[in-house]
């Protein structure tokens, strides 16, 4: 192998991974990452200048059992694995047979520095730059998403993607047994691009397809919530009628009261029945006209089903909001279910206490909304980080009920921002609304 050989495999090599790392999902184990990068270097560097294009089975082939040790990811790892190498395949083409054409043979360039470099570094920027402009993207939209995707598709995607490797590789070893002449460098570009092509278009159409689910959640959840809200405001109107019903006996009893001049049952009938129901009813009232400061229908509907139930479950529920809120800058049905895993968990956690306490306050600043949850709670079974890792599944004091999945929701959401505080018996979650271009209004 000459030195140019060498540079050129080096920054090839160095290309590929880079390009994994930028795609390749996340959460993947570092043993499995670290393991991939230096299989990678050993076939490429060390393997390839000796197997030649029979290597590159052996390549895909290690791969891809490194790659299934992940479990979590999998199918999503082993795809766009796939998807890496016939990109970079399609780029060398797509630098080579220019190059060819204009009289430069590969093992020309391969003679010359400045030719070895301009081909190296034409081919690793064709590679790494749409890997830069999409692999957020992946992330947040796949990797977040995958349950949305039905287990059957997930697996006739993979069995896609293999077969076109699969013809890809032949083609590629027919090609160097032939010496790579340009017709046949041309027809296997042509056949790369016009499967990279097609699976370009499946993966728009999929796109779009889980676009359209998302918005039609958003509805159904939109609609429920809805529904609860309408029905607890029939239960409220129901609950208002049978107090103006009581209020003619309430009067007739304070007068026999009265009349017998027995101020202390006066008192105390006032104390237990009178003070404690209409308590009750002003409590209902005043959280109903507090949320309609908030337009946001999905939102103010979730925020009344679960302080309806924290209020049926008998907490002390107390609701601040002083400013009316008509947009919230981010996705509503990420914002929906982050929001309802933390009432959900301060509910259950509340509801195991002497104190009862459920608080939710939302305060609007100049770029941001803050949802501050509040709650009692016994003391933690484990560390508060620990929380919110998915292996923590006692139910006791926040755990399992979502929390690891309320963070990875977070996390891919650059808008949303949270933080968690445990002290004095209160458990407090911190959820931020960013950009909030001053959709509210001050209620004098």
């Not at 991939?36 to 060390?46: D, R, S, W």
């Not at 027995?262 to 129901?277: C, G, H, P």
């Not at 079974?381 to 977070?410: D, Q, R, V, Y």
Request: glycine share 2%.
């Amino acid at each position: 192998m000459t030195l140019l050989t060498f540079l050129c495999q080096l920054i090839s090599t160095t290309t590929f991974i880079l390009m994994c790392h930028l795609i390749l999902s996340k959460r993947l184990p570092r043993k499995i990452t670290y393991s991939l990068y230096l299989y990678t270097i050993f076939i490429c560097i060390f393997l390839a200048p000796f197997s030649g294009q029979y290597g590159i089975p052996i390549f895909l082939l290690g791969a891809i059992i490194i790659l299934s040790f992940h479990k979590k990811d999998r199918l999503y790892n082993l795809l766009f694995f796939q998807i890496l190498w016939a990109w970079s395949v399609l780029t060398d083409y797509a630098v080579t047979i220019p190059l060819r054409i204009a009289g430069y043979d590969f093992d020309v360039i391969l003679t010359s520095l400045p030719l070895t470099l301009l081909f190296s570094i034409l081919h690793a920027l064709l590679c790494i730059l749409p890997c830069l402009f999409i692999g957020n993207r992946l992330h947040r939209k796949l990797v977040t998403n995958q349950d949305v995707i039905p287990p059957r598709i997930q697996r006739l995607l993979f069995l896609e993607v293999t077969i076109c490797s699969c013809i890809f590789l032949i083609n590629i070893i027919f090609g160097s047994l032939l010496h790579y002449p340009t017709d046949i460098l041309l027809f296997n570009g042509i056949l790369i691009f016009c499967f990279a092509a097609a699976n370009v278009l499946i993966f728009l159409m999929l796109y779009n397809t889980l676009q359209a689910n998302k918005k039609l959640e958003l509805q159904a959840r939109e609609q429920e919530n809805l529904t609860h809200y309408m029905a607890q405001l029939e239960n409220h109107y129901q609950d208002t009628r049978r107090f103006k019903h009581d209020y003619l006996n309430i009067l007739s009893t304070i007068t026999g009261y009265i009349q017998e001049n027995d101020m202390d049952k006066l008192r105390n009938y006032f104390d237990s029945s009178i003070v404690t129901s209409s308590s009750i009813l002003v409590n209902q009232d005043d959280t109903l006209a507090r949320l309609s400061l908030i337009k946001v229908t999905e939102i103010k509907g979730l925020l009344y089903t679960k302080m309806v139930q924290a209020m049926n479950r008998q907490l002390d529920v107390s609701f601040e909001l002083t400013q009316e809120i008509t947009e919230l800058s981010t996705d509503l049905l990420t914002l929906s279910r982050v929001l309802g895993i933390f009432l959900d968990n301060a509910i259950e956690a509340a509801s195991e206490t002497e104190q009862k306490r459920f608080h939710i306050a939302i305060v609007c600043k100049v770029h941001s909304v803050i949802f501050h949850i509040e709650n009692s709670t016994k003391p933690l079974l484990f560390p508060l980080e620990e929380l919110f890792k998915p292996s923590i599944s006692s139910k006791e004091a926040h755990s399992g009920l979502g929390l690891p999945t309320a963070n990875m929701l977070i996390a891919n959401a650059p808008e949303l921002t949270s933080n968690t505080i445990c002290e004095n018996g209160l458990f407090k979650q911190i959820l931020v609304v960013s950009n909030f271009k001053k959709n509210y209004h001050n209620i004098s």
